[in-house]
T-cell receptor, first 115, second 113 residues
Framework: AQSVTQLGSHVSVSEGALVLLRCNYSSSVPPYLFWYVQYPNQGLQLLLKYTSAATLVKGINGFEAEFKKSETSFHLTKPSAHMSDAAEYFCAVTSYGGATNKLIFGTGTLLAVQP | SQTIHQWPATLVQPVGSPLSLECTVEGTSNPNLYWYRQAAGRGLQLLFYSVGIGQISSEVPQNLSASRPQDRQFILSSKKLLLSDSGFYLC????????????FGEGSRLTVL
């Protein structure tokens, strides 16, 4: 079975500060990992994905994440927070292998950006 | 390009009333389709998924059902709503055998009173 754990349901940073959102995964097979962002009352938008190529993945809006197998982590970072980054962020895991593979989500981290 | 649409965006229903949420995907064929529910503070819960017309897999036993009458149409239904059915419902799709990412609709906010 696969799972993800997002440490910290709420994170607050100042505008211009580093954003670090933590995600640890559990998977018995090589995982595919994703970060999604959700703005209030909207669907989820894919930020970036790791699919066994480069371990440092760059996404939209200046975000990036690094896959660390030894730590079973896939933390999301952004060097300088912007007010527009305030949203909820979800980490998710799946594995490649068939039509019925499901995406398993973490419980989300709500990011607040203070002026 | 592919698009996904859900409707209605918002609805308020009394306990015991029926429910029908619809989702359609355009610009692709034979997608995998998914219904998720997002309740406050509980992340995303997978309710149903479908790999083809008439093929529905249920993840959580509950008061809801799903149907896929056409290749790119996915419907979430209930005969009698419960208070606990309130939440934000998200439809999603992905291509078969791709790298696994889902593409989500705009969501439907259901409040059961």
């Amino acid at each position: 079975a696969q799972s993800v754990t997002q440490l910290g349901s709420h994170v607050s940073v100042s505008e211009g500060a580093l954003v670090l959102l933590r995600c640890n995964y559990s998977s018995s097979v090589p995982p595919y990992l994703f970060w999604y962002v959700q703005y209030p009352n909207q669907g989820l938008q894919l930020l970036l994905k790791y699919t066994s190529a480069a371990t440092l993945v760059k996404g939209i809006n200046g975000f990036e994440a690094e896959f660390k197998k030894s730590e079973t982590s896939f933390h999301l970072t952004k060097p300088s927070a912007h007010m527009s980054d305030a949203a909820e962020y979800f980490c998710a895991v799946t594995s490649y292998g068939g039509a019925t593979n499901k995406l398993i989500f973490g419980t989300g981290t709500l990011l607040a950006v203070q002026p | 390009s592919q698009t996904i649409h859900q409707w209605p965006a918002t609805l308020v229903q009394p306990v015991g009333s029926p429910l029908s949420l619809e989702c359609t995907v355009e610009g692709t064929s034979n997608p995998n389709l998914y219904w998720y529910r997002q309740a406050a503070g509980r992340g995303l819960q997978l309710l149903f998924y479908s790999v083809g017309i008439g093929q529905i897999s249920s993840e959580v036993p509950q008061n809801l059902s799903a149907s896929r009458p056409q290749d790119r149409q996915f419907i979430l239904s209930s005969k009698k709503l419960l208070l606990s059915d309130s939440g934000f419902y998200l439809c999603a799709w992905r291509m078969m055998r791709n790298t696994g990412e889902l593409f989500f609709g705009e969501g439907s906010r259901l409040t059961v009173l």
